[in-house]
């Protein structure tokens, strides 16, 4: 009885598996056919660059014009922000698919319409939780439109635009090439990553110019997967945990720069910057500035 049940178990396992492996194979032969093209992000791979997630996430409400602001006026050198897309088809800037945690409203991205997420209050729950840092402003901060920001900033920062769930926005990543084209956003003020390389892949497919970044939750430590990351971008965004020093010298020996994320506590950002990343995403980028200046 326990035997037979073992075997439904392990032959249904099987079945989730196989198709997860087939679409993956699909994905490597694509990256297999890509050139070794890409380098083309003009910053030296050796300096280190402050990335605020989110925008200065740690101080302001999260992916809101107030904290991408903040982020400017803290000189962080990029700008990172998350998309989704509305049932109406506007691309919006929220973290999750949902809007619960990040405003006062319910429901899925995809479900509402761009006019239901204008009514949302996006900053009071900041607030709320992190009491040090309220300021009365935040209250009824605005969800963003992608083309809000880049009205508001356009050119003067640069942005590291995080593609989130794909899957759900089918064509999504056309639609950030049109906005960026349409508010001629230089390629060198862009960066797009995703834990999604399919998307990635296709946006290299698209337009060969745009650096690219491959997130990984859990980065493989044998070369093979830098090798083929480094066929369609020129960098990798992996989970600070989940590597080691020998992991920030291996990607850098492939010319790929390594962004990790989170760090917000002072002694991961010490020991990032000792590894030599080439960039610390973080929610506090004065903190990590100021180290950056105390180690000059
Ligand atoms: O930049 C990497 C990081 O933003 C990925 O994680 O969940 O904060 O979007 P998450
Ligand atoms: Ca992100």
Redesign the pocket.
Known sequence: MHKAYMSIKIALLLMMLIPLSQASTAVNTQIHELAYSVNKAKLPIEDTYV?A??GASGYAPENTLEAFALAKKMEADFI?L?IQRTKDGTLIVL?DKLVDRTTNGEGKVKDLSLHDIQQLDAGSWFNEKYPKYAKKEYVGAKVPTLEQVFETFGNSIQY?I?L?SPHLYPKMEMELLNLLEKYQIEDDHIII?S?DEKCLVNIHKQNANIPL?Q?LKRPNTDEQQLKLIKKYAVGV?P?FKRINEDYVRKAKSFQLYI?P??LNDEFEIETALNWGVSGI?TNYPDKVKRKLSDKK
């Open positions: 990335v997630h989110r990172e998350d973290h590291i995080e989130k990553q834990f970044f997130l965004g989970n962004h994320y989170t995403i």
